[in-house]
C-alpha cells in the first residue's frame, strides 16, 4: 500500500517559485507500475490537475500552467517533486501529490497525499 | 479541454435517503469516469472508476452508471458517514479535468 508525505514551504512571497516533495513509501518511485502527479486545490474550491510524470521519465502538464511548471522524481531518496515558477496568489491552494496504477486501461488516483496548504502573499 | 458539469451543486438530504448526483461530459468520454468523495481537511478518496465499477472497500450502498457524455453516481440510503463533498473526474482525455462537485449536506 503506497503512501505519499507532501512536504515543503508553506508561505511563497509573490513571483518566486513554489515547491514542493513527496515522499513515498510502500513503493518506488522507478517502478514502472505507477504514475507520479500533482493536483491542487484552492480554498473551498475544486480540484485542478497539475501533471503527472510516468516510467522513463515522461511528463504531462496542464496547458494551463506548462510554461510554469515542472515535476520529477529523485530515485536516490524515493520522492516526487513539484516546481511552480513566478507564482501569483492565484496560486494559493492545497497541494496533493497523487499517484495511481499504469497496469489498467481506466486511468484513475488510487492514492493521495494528505495535501499541504501553501499560500502565495507578497 | 472536456468541461465536466456536475448538479446539483449542494444537496440536503437525510439519513437512509436515496441520493442521486449527475455529472455531464462536454463531449463523449465513453466509460472514463471516476467518482470521488472528499471530506472536510481530507484528500479525496476513489470511489468508482470506469463509470460504475467499485473501488475495492467501498460499500456497496455507492453504485455508478452512465456511458458517453452522461453519468451518475447513487447513494441507495444515505449513511452519516456519507455527507462530505462528491467529484466526478474524466480520463478520456488529457488533461484529465474534474466536475466542480456537489456537496451533500444534512437536511
Known amino acids: 500500500q503506497l503512501q505519499l508525505q507532501e512536504s515543503g514551504p508553506r508561505l511563497v512571497k509573490t513571483s518566486e517559485t513554489l515547491s514542493l516533495t513527496c515522499t513515498v513509501s510502500?513503493?518506488?518511485?522507478?517502478?514502472?507500475?505507477?504514475?507520479w502527479g500533482w493536483i491542487r486545490q484552492p480554498p473551498g474550491k475544486g480540484l485542478e490537475w497539475i501533471g503527472n510524470?510516468?516510467?522513463?521519465?515522461?511528463?504531462y502538464y496542464n496547458a494551463s500552467l506548462r510554461s510554469r511548471v515542472t515535476i520529477s522524481v529523485d530515485t536516490s531518496a524515493n520522492q516526487v517533486s513539484l516546481k511552480l515558477s513566478s507564482v501569483t496568489a492565484a496560486d494559493t491552494a492545497v497541494y496533493y501529490c497523487?499517484?495511481?496504477?499504469?497496469?489498467?486501461?481506466?486511468?484513475?488516483?488510487?492514492?493521495w497525499g494528505q495535501g499541504s496548504l501553501v499560500t502565495v502573499s507578497s | 479541454d472536456i468541461q465536466m458539469t456536475q448538479s446539483p451543486s449542494s444537496l440536503s438530504a437525510s439519513i437512509g435517503d436515496r441520493v442521486t448526483i449527475t455529472c455531464r461530459a462536454s463531449?463523449?468520454?465513453?466509460?472514463?469516469l471516476n467518482w470521488y468523495q472528499q471530506k472536510p481537511g481530507k484528500a479525496p478518496n476513489l470511489l468508482i472508476f470506469?463509470?460504475?465499477t467499485l473501488q475495492s472497500g467501498v460499500p456497496s450502498r455507492f453504485s455508478g452508471s452512465g456511458s458517453g457524455t452522461d453519468f451518475t453516481l447513487t447513494i441507495s440510503s444515505l449513511k452519516p458517514e456519507d455527507f462530505a463533498t462528491y467529484y466526478c473526474?474524466?480520463?478520456?482525455?488529457?488533461?484529465?479535468?474534474f466536475g466542480g462537485g456537489t456537496k451533500v449536506e444534512f437536511k
Open positions: 510502500g513503493g518506488s518511485v522507478s517502478s514502472s507500475g505507477y504514475y
Open positions: 497523487a499517484s495511481g496504477d499504469t497496469g489498467t486501461v481506466y486511468s484513475r488516483i488510487d492514492y
Open positions: 470506469a463509470a460504475s
Open positions: 473526474q474524466q480520463t478520456y482525455s488529457t488533461p484529465p479535468t
Open positions: 463531449q463523449s468520454i465513453t466509460t472514463y
Open positions: 510524470i510516468y516510467y522513463g521519465g515522461n511528463t
